[in-house]
């Protein structure tokens, strides 16, 4: 394993009395794309605030490269703002040419104008705007200027890009532009990419490793059962469909891909099919069996595996055996959707 | 009414001949007043942009200071001055009463608050984002600063040229600081007053007209550039 470009260590951030974000460690490797996934007010903007170094936290320690970073001098803190940058959710355009925005990060660093010249222009090939340079900005449309702003960021050839919800104030049709410029940049320009969403499939779309919160902490576990599928609509009723053949109920409005997760605890395992208002039941054979304590986690493969906890009791009762047959029985309610 | 007729026919033919008086008496008024402005910028404007960005101790107070300088009267302003540097005054031994830099000085003091204000305007009313972008893109504070000034850019040139358009037309601290002498420190507006005063129409009416077509210049510019800043 490399040693992490960024590492955090038991950050806390208060405001008006009340604990923001309580953070233990948090690691993050050179060259890797992260996620930071979470509700609205769940700390995703103040973690990233912090970690791009816009944003004081009131206790704990940066390390960039092995280095403490929050007691430097303002000399050395600028070396290392220099290294990194941010592309905010609500981008801000200088009211300029194209060129000169992206040019700003290389003029500031002392670039020549030649390189200026050489660098824009590779920029603006990577984000798909080739010749926009003379263009002012006032013409370009939201994409567009989404897109500008990322190769205002990534003509700096950072060592660590931050992305605040990149895609969020954007129409749908760019979305899959702004994500493959994201995997290129990490790609091409050897970056560490870091970006706050709340769609957690973009989040696995996109990332090496997600990062959960939740109130301002770190949600150790991933949800379990995770799957990904797509959401059909046949007489009237929604359903996932997760393989062919395999069908969930759900209870949702949309329809398309999406991730879903089922709650281990709400699953109910069973030797034969019974009656119930659970619109989901389905027949397979017990390939895991993971004791815990007082619970028992079975993983149970019905076409797809799926997880489910009984308690030790339950477990010992039902005389349960790798490669028993049972009834997986859950409610359509009880999957949630991403 | 036959007299003020005459006076006119006379201006034109002054203007038209490039009479040599009246436009030394332009160019010296023009030296003046763009001298006041251009110091009065280089105080005025940091000042203004100073007091827009940073949070201080009785903010509300010089804001509202600076907004009551605005109206400040020009024989005020020339009085104040003028008891300064008169012999009898603290600065009376720099000798400097009667001389264009005495007017510099009255001119400047009208000039300040008025850049200083709209300065202060101009960069509040700039988004906010234009300094965590300087600053993320790896500005130092000084280079951010001067990125929030370009963008306000057209708003800062209006407030310099609000303040011209003040200190040329101003004539009580033109009059009491310079004492409109002839060659040294007369300026459009004090001679107005004086070739009015003694009958001289036609030259009052030249510079009046020459006065007018400056103002009007400096108001149309002024409204170029604040419907450029509007733009952005």
Redesign the interface.
């Known amino acids: 394993m490399n040693e992490p470009i960024l590492k955090i260590k038991n950050i806390k951030k208060i405001y008006n009395g009340r604990i923001v974000l309580d953070i233990e460690s948090l690691n993050f490797q050179k060259r890797k794309i992260y996620a930071i996934v979470g509700p609205n007010g769940s700390g995703k903007t103040t973690l990233l605030n912090i970690l791009?170094l816009?944003l004081k936290p009131d206790k704990g320690q940066i390390f960039f490269r092995e280095q403490e970073i929050i007691n430097q001098s303002d000399s050395k803190l600028?070396e290392i703002?220099?290294k990194i940058?941010?592309v905010?959710q609500?981008?801000?355009l200088?009211?300029s040419t194209v060129h000169d925005n992206i040019a700003?990060?290389l003029k500031?660093?002392s670039l020549s104008s030649a390189e200026q010249l050489i660098r824009v222009k590779h920029a603006l090939e990577m984000v798909g705007l080739p010749d926009f340079e003379k263009r002012s900005v006032d013409q370009l449309s939201g994409g567009e200027a989404q897109r500008v702003v990322i190769a205002?960021?990534l003509v700096?050839e950072p060592e660590i890009l931050f992305l605040d919800e990149p895609t969020t104030s954007i129409d749908q049709k760019y979305i899959d532009i702004v994500e493959r410029i994201i995997k290129k940049i990490q790609k091409e320009i050897e970056t560490t990419v870091i970006f706050t969403t709340h769609d957690l499939s973009q989040a696995y779309r996109l990332a090496d490793e997600v990062i959960s919160l939740l109130n301002g902490k770190i949600i150790k576990q991933v949800p379990e059962n995770l799957l990904w599928g797509e959401i059909i609509e046949v007489d009237g009723s929604k359903w996932f469909n997760v393989v062919e053949n395999i069908k969930f109920a759900v209870v949702t409005e949309k329809v398309g891909s999406a991730y879903i997760s089922i709650d281990p605890r709400d699953i109910i395992l069973s030797y034969e099919r019974f009656l119930s208002s659970a619109r989901n039941s389905f027949l397979g054979k017990i390939t895991k069996i993971i004791e815990q304590n007082h619970l028992v986690k079975l993983e149970v493969d019905i076409g797809v595996p799926l997880a489910t906890i009984i308690t030790r009791e339950s477990f010992q009762d039902m005389n349960l055996n790798l490669g028993s047959n049972v009834y997986l029985t859950f409610k359509a309610s009880a999957v949630k959707l991403y | 009414m036959f007299y003020f007729i005459e006076g006119i026919e006379k201006a034109f033919q002054l203007i038209f001949a490039l009479d040599r008086e009246i436009f030394a008496i332009v160019l010296l008024s023009l030296r003046i007043s763009l001298t006041a402005i251009m110091l009065a910028s280089l105080i005025g404007g940091p000042l203004g942009f100073l007091m827009a960005v940073k949070d201080y101790w009785g903010k509300k107070f010089t804001v509202v200071l600076v907004n009551t300088l605005l109206a400040l009267p020009t024989v005020v302003v020339g009085l104040i001055v003028y008891s300064l540097i008169s012999r009898r005054g603290p600065m009376g031994v720099f000798g400097i009463l009667y001389t264009p830099s005495a007017m510099i000085i009255g001119q400047f003091i009208l000039a300040t608050p008025i850049i200083i204000a709209l300065t202060y305007s101009a960069v509040q009313g700039i988004?906010k984002?234009?300094r965590?972008?300087?600053?993320?893109?790896?500005?130092?504070e000084s280079?951010s600063a001067w990125?929030v000034i370009?963008?306000a850019r057209y708003a800062v040139l209006a407030a310099v040229i609000a303040g011209f358009g003040r200190v040329i037309a101003e004539v009580g601290a033109a009059m009491l600081l310079g004492g409109n002498i002839k060659g040294s420190t007369r300026t459009m507006t004090t001679a107005i007053a004086l070739e009015t005063s003694k009958g001289e129409f036609g030259f009052g009416i030249a510079l009046g007209i020459i006065l007018l077509i400056i103002a009007f210049s400096v108001n149309i510019l002024l409204h170029y550039f604040q419907s450029k800043q509007v733009g952005?």
Request: aromatic content about 8%.
């Open positions: 791009n816009l600028l703002r220099r940058t941010l905010n609500d981008p801000f200088f009211h700003y990060g500031i660093r205002r960021a700096i | 988004d984002r234009v965590n972008t300087a600053l993320t893109l790896g500005a130092t280079q990125m370009k963008e952005i």
